[in-house]
């Protein structure tokens, strides 16, 4: 809405005498220099109005795209990698938990036509979602899937196959956070059946493509659209019809005979994509997982229209009677799935109940970004542990199904991941940002039981890994990477920032941790001389000398 105000006079007036004073110039210390604006001096006085009136009108305008989308424009947007995610966060959501975009509430289909949009009848744009959200996946998923697998190709490559918890179009989901680490590639959309036909396809086509680095895992999740969301009105007994007990207390006495039958045929659909997965691909891992504990909104609080809604309708009013029906399901389903795993090798079973935190919550159904990246945390220990020879067996799934300890491997994980992700915002970031990740990295290096877990920062060779390589063998004071990280001095395309961090680390470790002989000698000599390169010998902890040539000849 707007507003413009109309003047009129019966006598003639001079309009210039409404202008207003002009703006202060702004503060300098050189008042005579103007930036290029010349300000006009003019007088206009106060001016004189007789007999001059206002009327001030309203305006109203509505605009004739708001809400309404055309196919052509969407797939416009959609197919732009920079445009994408903001216009599935605008125009698009997960149909509950089953990973399928649909529509926001309130958004229209509309036909673009010369004299504007025309809506278009409900239920007409059906047949275009899977054009639209295809466009989204190719745009946004595979691109930078690819990206980062051209970037970082020595990272396992992981295939996750599942809902909407892979799949989310506007919260950074698990495949999101765990592909700071890995190569993940998040699969089409599935409902009951985890793996299908075009799935395994575009697996054989990641493995031709990336020799030699073939998939690693596969990463299986699912069940909780068909449970929860889609039939989960249908599982519940009314209030009425129950026995009267304490709040909390029985909750399968409200669930019917339907919950269970359903629990089995998603469980069907595991074992038949554990089948698969064994007879086609038994060189690939298997990860699967449950779900934590779904938090129902309380009654009459917004927000609750998978869970809360539900069981309102049903007369299941008491938060205790709500939280636990949630619970048995849940712990239902986690058993099941645990069980369902254990007949194949290559399958491992991940338990991600009490990972959530009750802040961590987006909605009833997804978690926010920090809460996908407490369960991205607990599927990495799992990976590494798995990557590092772990076994299959009986007593590391028990073990993985208790809740996780954090370990210093976990937190080094975590503190090496948010430079990766700062460098992958701004590289290289400012100067600020760069110590206090430093200050992280420095605050964990003593606790390192060994260094193995530079081996793959050495392999990786980016600007996030050799630096985070660097500030750990300076704070470790070790000199066994010595050699590697002198190597990696002098390669392209390392930014300014890592080059100065790398020869700071490396003359740090040398100057305090090395003994006074030919070799500490040569590498000051090679130190000094790729310093000078840069114009930073300044930064070295040594006084000036000479040449590697006449160290050489001395």
Request: with cysteine; glycine share 8%; aromatic share 8%.
């Amino acid at each position: 809405q707007a507003w413009f105000k109309v003047l009129y006079s019966e006598q003639p007036f001079d309009p210039d005498a409404l202008a207003l004073e002009a703006l202060p110039p702004p503060s300098s210390e050189m008042p005579s220099k103007t930036r290029g604006f010349e300000l006009n001096d003019k007088d206009y006085g106060p001016g004189r109005f007789r007999g001059c009136s206002a009327q001030l009108i309203p305006l109203a305008f509505k605009n004739p795209r708001y809400n309404q989308a055309g196919e052509e424009r969407l797939l416009r947007l959609l197919g732009s990698a920079r445009l994408a995610p903001f216009a599935a966060a605008q125009y698009l959501a997960p149909d509950g938990l089953s990973g399928r975009l649909i529509l926001r509430p309130g958004i229209q289909m509309a036909e673009e036509t010369p004299g504007g949009p025309i809506p278009l009848p409900e239920g007409s744009h059906e047949n275009i979602l899977p054009k639209i959200a295809g466009a989204y996946h190719k745009s946004v998923r595979l691109a930078d899937f690819e990206r980062r697998a051209e970037r970082y190709p020595s990272r396992p490559l992981v295939v996750a196959v599942g809902d909407a918890w892979f799949r989310h179009p506007s919260i950074q989901d698990i495949a999101g956070h765990l592909s700071r680490r890995f190569n993940v590639y998040a699969a089409g959309e599935t409902r009951r059946v985890l793996v299908t036909k075009e799935i395994l396809r575009e697996a054989e086509s990641l493995e031709q493509r990336r020799a030699p680095r073939r998939v690693a895992f596969f990463l299986l999740s699912g069940g909780g659209h068909e449970l929860l969301v889609e039939n989960f009105r249908g599982f519940l007994n009314a209030y009425e019809g129950v026995e009267a007990l304490p709040a909390g207390e029985r909750p399968e006495r409200f669930l019917l005979p339907s919950f269970s039958e359903e629990l089995e045929a998603v469980m069907n659909g595991y074992e038949q994509a554990f089948s698969q997965l064994q007879s086609q691909y038994p060189h690939i891992r298997v990860l699967v997982h449950g779900y934590d504990y779904f938090l129902p909104q309380k009654e009459g609080e917004a927000g609750g229209t998978w869970l809360g809604q539900p069981l309102t309708e049903k007369g299941i009013l008491q938060p205790e009677d709500r939280a636990a029906i949630l619970k048995f399901m849940i712990d239902q389903f986690n058993a099941r799935l645990a069980n369902a795993a254990q007949g194949y090798p290559q399958v491992t079973y991940v338990d991600l109940r009490g990972t959530i935190r009750a802040g961590q919550w987006a909605n009833e159904l997804y978690p926010g970004s920090a809460g996908f990246r407490s369960i991205a945390g607990r599927l990495e220990q799992v990976i590494d542990r798995v990557l590092r020879g772990g076994s299959y067996d009986e007593p590391l799934r028990q073990q993985e199904t208790q809740a996780a300890v954090p370990g210093i491997e976990e937190h080094l994980a975590k503190a090496i991941d948010n430079v990766r992700a700062a460098f992958e915002t701004e590289e290289p970031p400012p100067g600020q940002q760069l110590e206090t990740l430093a200050d992280s990295l420095k605050e964990l290096a003593p606790e390192m039981e060994d260094l193995h877990i530079l081996e793959p920062l050495f392999e990786d060779g980016g600007d996030a890994a050799l630096f985070s390589a660097a500030i750990l063998l300076e704070a470790r004071k070790d000199t066994s990477y010595l050699e590697r990280l002198i190597a990696n001095i002098d390669k392209e395309p390392l930014t300014d920032e890592v080059h100065l961090r790398l020869l700071q680390a490396v003359g740090n470790i040398i100057s305090e941790h090395t003994p006074e002989d030919e070799q500490r000698q040569d590498l000051i000599a090679r130190l000094r001389e790729a310093a000078q390169q840069r114009g930073a010998e300044g930064t070295l902890p040594f006084p000036p000398g000479t040449s590697l040539d006449m160290i050489r000849q001395i």
